[in-house]
């Protein structure tokens, strides 16, 4: 059944993308970290514009969101005094990502510039949870021993501008907050993610932040700062086509509870070499299209609608 989609100006099969949004759903269930970074390849995997992929992605991530920091709340694992420096660094942020994303626009180099950052961003991260997941397993394998993580002082404690914050338990400066928060901030507006694949290692090796309190602090900054890009996405470039954010976020509803449901049945060490593998394929797969000579070699359409 095909529905027409009023900003990205085209047609789509239904069962499409309630399967994509489906299959995100299941991913950020099973792995527990946002599935942002999934459903904007996905979407121009679809033929839907980088733009509008990067837009109603970034609002789909709101619906996943909200039940995610509803649950860490009522586990009490939520640092709000962190996750509101995060956030004030995660607002200049997006305005800094949503504007880049607009000169972009201007210029007709969006598709390239989305593609090209998702090939780096994916390829790096991927390709060091895989090795350090690989090591995980062998050591496991090997029946050795972890490293235990000891605590001392680093360039982190020498920082200025010290706050408490109670629920992690740390007494650190609050510039490196806001940098990770403005750094996530740029990522939402110009690719459409969250970031929380990134910000969680980010905050348990660079922050040193419990793991307990990691993922709803995470969630929260993400919702903040995703709410407000969708906004600015919306007013300043009119690319979030809130029909095709509908279909996604009912499609994610229901995978996210089956996969939940598949991930509690699986190790954490297997968890994070699957989500590994998935996150290097997908910069693959956009590397090829990078690379590959397209369908039509010639176009008169504008370069933003050219395909």
């Known amino acids: ?52 992929a990067v837009a109603t992605g970034a609002s789909q991530i709101v619906a996943s969101s909200v039940s995610g ?41 969006t598709d390239l510039v989305i593609k090209l950052a998702y090939v780096i961003l994916l390829g790096s991260v991927g390709l060091l949870m895989l090795t350090e997941s690989l090591r995980t397993l062998l050591r496991a394998r090997r029946k050795a021993p972890a490293k235990p993580r000891t605590a001392h002082h680093y360039w982190l404690h020498g920082l200025p501008l010290k706050l408490r914050f109670r629920v992690s ?38 922050l040193r932040m419990p793991t307990a309190a ?8 993400v919702l903040c700062v995703t709410v407000f890009t969708t906004f ?12 095709l954010a509908l279909l996604l976020m009912v499609g994610g509803v229901v995978g996210v509870q089956y996969g939940g449901r598949v991930g509690a049945r699986l190790r954490s060490d297997q968890l994070r070499f699957l989500i590994a593998l998935l996150i290097v394929g997908m910069a693959l797969r956009l590397a090829i299209e990078l690379i590959a000579p397209p369908a039509d070699l010639y176009s008169i359409a504008p370069p933003e609608e050219a395909r």
């Not at 990691?214 to 900054?221: A, C, E």
């Open 169 to 206: 338990k740390l007494y650190i400066s609050a510039l490196p907050p806001l940098g990770l928060g403005f750094v996530s901030g740029v990522l939402s507006g110009v690719m459409g993610i969250g970031g929380g694949f990134i910000m969680v290692p980010a905050m348990i090796y660079i």
């Open 69 to 109: 920091v509803a649950a860490q709340i009522g586990r009490r694992a939520v640092d709000f005094k962190m996750g509101v420096v995060l956030v004030a660094g995660g607002v200049p942020g997006s305005i800094a990502g949503v504007y880049l994303l607009s000169v972009l626009k201007g210029t007709g180099q």
């Open 232 to 243: 600015l996405q919306a007013w300043i470039n009119q690319t979030v086509d809130v029909l």
């Open 1 to 52: 059944m095909q529905i027409y989609l009023p900003i990205a100006e085209m047609s789509v099969n239904i069962w499409l993308i309630l399967a994509m949004g489906g299959a995100v759903g299941f991913v950020t269930g099973m792995f527990g970290v946002g599935g942002g970074f999934l459903m904007t390849p996905f979407l121009i995997f679809a033929g839907v514009s980088p733009a509008v």
């Open 214 to 221: 990691v993922v709803g602090t995470s969630l929260f900054q």
